[in-house]
């Protein structure tokens, strides 16, 4: 497995994860014929909360980014993309790890939405997140503390 860090994102970190999450997404949105080379970075541009999200590095290189966001009933898992260099190499498994060791520790729930078809629902149905809902283009996953799974 590649070292990897984390660090708080800052605002100005926006356009680094709007442009990976370009390169990550692409395919699946292709896919499902939803890939809108705009649209796919205004989205993150504007949903882009840096107080709940991660800036992840490999070496001092940037690697990709995470949030954990707080909700009523449950952390959101969202913005989770990986450079494609390091996917595969055991990064996804460490930083879920990580940001889900506190979730269990108090007790809280999480959740988090998936394209339809993408390989990432495997890493996050080995961590423990079971179906919950879907739509057209997403499936919903939930995750209950491990004391309580």
């Not at 990976?20 to 989205?43: I, S, T, W």
């Not at 995470?66 to 595969?88: I, M, N, S, T």
């Amino acid at each position: 497995m590649l070292d990897w860090s984390a660090r708080p994102a800052v605002a100005g970190d926006v356009e680094a994860v709007a442009e990976l999450r370009a390169v990550v997404l692409r395919a699946d949105l292709e896919r499902l014929g939803r890939y809108d080379e705009h649209r796919v970075r205004q989205r993150l541009r504007d949903g882009f909360g840096p107080s709940h999200t991660w800036i992840l590095e490999v070496g001092d290189e940037f690697a990709g980014c995470v949030a954990l966001r707080p909700a009523d009933d449950a952390h959101w898992l969202e913005h989770f993309y990986l450079a494609p260099e390091v996917q595969g190499q055991g990064v996804g498994t460490a930083v879920l790890s990580w940001l889900l060791a506190p979730c269990d520790r108090d007790g809280v729930v999480v959740r988090l939405s998936v394209l339809h078809g993408s390989p990432a629902r495997r890493l996050y149905e080995r961590h423990g997140f079971t179906w919950e809902a879907e739509d057209q283009t997403d499936a919903y996953l939930v995750r209950r503390p491990a004391f309580t799974r």
